[in-house]
């Protein structure tokens, strides 16, 4: 049987709107997975890039994100990304580019320094990261000029 | 005397003469044998131990005073009391002044067993003294070393004294072609020595010209090299005056009277030769100082000690030189020798213990270990010794023996010869021996009696 | 004039000559321009926290003893460089806080203990580091001669060496850094060409004018060094001899090293012409 007109009228109104709300629902889902909300970060980071005299790091994120208000002040990369910190500091440093810290300068200064500033966390080395048995120290080789 | 001396043919002879030489001449049980012997053995066992435990097992020696009085006293003090060798070859052989003739034989064994002795104090000072070869065998050679410099003259120097003083050993041993040979070397040697001096003197102050900062503004100078020099002028030769006041009354019995009776004008010479040599020095310091601006540092604790050892030890025993030199009174020159070498010594401390590193509180300051004063001492009496046993032997302080005199002679007539050659050759046959009534052809090997 | 004793008094002197040191003079200027190539490193002292890692590395390259870097009471005096600790870190309380310096041989650009050693025991390579070698006689004149009172003698020993930071030499011939810069977590030591590194310090000032004093330690200092420091405040307030100058300690020597030559030369010819001047012509 031919529907009426209104009943014609009625299934448009609801397809327009299961497409606005649908497109909405996209918009919300595609934002979502790019915008970074602090309830996203990870509880807890292993930091082991560079672990050869002291074991890996045990880092509380979770508890710095509770913490800190603002996610900037320890991802400052000038871009706005937020990103692990060895994205852009390289381990070893860059000799071209000494303004930029390596990455095993860049943990400690970023870290500790704003634990002494704030007078708050941990600054000795053990408070961190335990001692390795070290027989042999790793080495990083000069770069060839 | 030792007729046998004459004699030596072959080594069996060498050997028996020896033997009969190192008998001890005189009393054995003296108060200087008894005192000097235990401390010289003693002084072996320290130094022994020294080999084996190291530098700090005997010396207060530290990070912050790497040096002491092995090299403050020992090494500057007595190479500085050495300088009358320089100084008496000086007038005697290039000035050719007679009347200090008499004494340069002692001088210069003194100088020669002063460097062989406190060159012995610089080896047990060094950390590693098997590697003293290093810089002689060039591994390495420092060039731009003050002290590789100092280093090589010590050598020279050595040498050249030895070459000095070895016609008194020839004598000894009757060797007279031997002695020909030493003694046409003595005038080139003099003056090898007289130049390796000046540079060696020097170059011990100029060790600290590097130590800036560390030593006392009022004694650190770029003109610490020519302080060091002049002042080892008058130091030496108040170390002769003290020396031959003491060999006037132990040596008595080897003196002749030649050197007797010139002993009175000797150290009357001598005392003005120091006056002048001080006034010099006097005038050095005043320049350094006025150039300097040291003025604030005067009423400093240090000004006083300052003043102490430049008023005290040196204006006021150069003003009893002259005094002595002018009224003709040895007591007083005596005196200002023994005040004008406490004086040196207290200079080269300063430099080397007390003004370097003055900052340095003084408990923490270094002080000597009692062994290293009693090493110290027992090189002293050692050399003492070693000077004794040659004077009862040698011809030091005695006219040499007659056939040494007539080959002295020999070596002028032939050099008068060889210049007039030169010069002159038609007036060779004026040339004869002055005042020798004997004949003594050039190539005689058997020699008169010894008078 | 007797012609025999001329001829050997000069030639005792040009004998002597041959052990003069002629090659002092070319040996200054060159330098100057060589030391920007030099091995150096940069000491933030803003950025060190007092960890002693840098310590602990160097015991460990060297095969010495390693200090507990945990017990924090040895800050409470000025440490010195030892036989056994060639590196040492000192805390200063200052108006900016707690400052803490690395202290160890600088590596002078032109040193006074390689012109001090007459073995060439201490040299001066053409990399840049100073270091020492074996055929020492343990004269110490070297401890005499540096500004900084860096060498440290094993007076203990029967053979005793000098120790002092050697830069790290062997690490460094196999491309390796110091072990102390590759320690440093704050990155407070930074290692490169003497040059480069000046500039970085002074970028480092020209961009945060007020968190740095605005001298470089080191970069004048006795004619240069291979270590250069900066610090939040002026150096005499972290121990810093500031006092020492900036002319390179060998040039104190140099006016004697110049006129040995001529004392070897002038002196036989004037004592010789004094000794035919004063002859008495016999007939």
Known sequence: MKKKSHERKGDDAVRYVAVIFGICVAILICGRAIVVLPQDAPEVITLDTLSKRYEPVTFPHMLHVDVIESCEECHHAPSGEISACSECHTTPLDPENRSKLGLKGAYHLQCVGCHQDSQSGPTRCADC???????????RKLEAR | MAASAREIRSFRDFLVFIRAELKPKGKLITPFNVISAPVIVLGIILVAYRMVKGLGSVTNLSQEFPWGVWIGFDVMTGVAFAGGAYVLTFVVYM????KYHPIVRATVLNGFL????????????????????????????????????VAWHFLLYMTAEFIEISPVFAEWLGWRRVRKILGSLTVGAVIFGITLSTLHQSGLGALFLMAKGKIHPLWYTPFIPILFFISSIFGGLSMVIFEGTISQRVFAHRMDNEHRASHEDIIIGLGKGCAGAML???????????????????????????????????VIPCLLFLRGSIYRNLKIIRVAAVLTMIGIIINRLNYSVIAFKWYVPLPEHYVPHWMEIETTLAIVFAEIWVFRWIVNRMPIFQQPPEWARAVEEEIRFERRLATAQNERPESISEITLSGSSQHVPANRESVPDNP | MDRRSFLKA?????????TSPFAATKRAHAKHSLSDDFVAVLVDTTRCIGCRSCEEACAEAHHLPIPDVSDDSVFEKERQTSTSQLTVVNRYRTEKGEVFVKKQCMHCNEPACAAACLVKAMQKRKEGPVTWQDNCMGCRICMVSCPFDIPKFEYHSWNPRIQKCDFCWERLMRGEEPACVEACPQEALVFGRRKELIEEAKRRIYQNPDKYYHHIYGEHEVGGTGWLYISAVPFEQIGFKTDVGTTAYPEYTKGFLYAVPFVLILWPAFLTAIRSLTKVEEE
């Open chain 2, 280 to 314: 010099v020095y006097f005038f050095l310091k005043v320049l350094v100082f006025i150039h300097g601006k040291h003025w604030p540092y005067l009423v400093t604790p240090w000004g006083s000690w300052y003043l102490i050892e430049v008023v005290g030890l040196v």
């Open chain 2, 95 to 98: 000035l050719r002044s007679e």
């Open chain 3, 10 to 18: 000069v030639s005792f002197g040009i004998a002597g000559l041959t």
């Open chain 2, 114 to 149: 002063a460097y062989v002795f406190y060159a012995g104090a610089l080896v047990i000072d060094l950390g590693r003294p098997w590697h003293i070869f290093n810089p002689i065998i060039g591994n390495k050679f420092g060039l731009y070393s003050v002290l590789f410099l």
């Open chain 1, 129 to 139: 990261h335990q001692r390795k048995d070290v027989k042999s120290i790793g080495t």
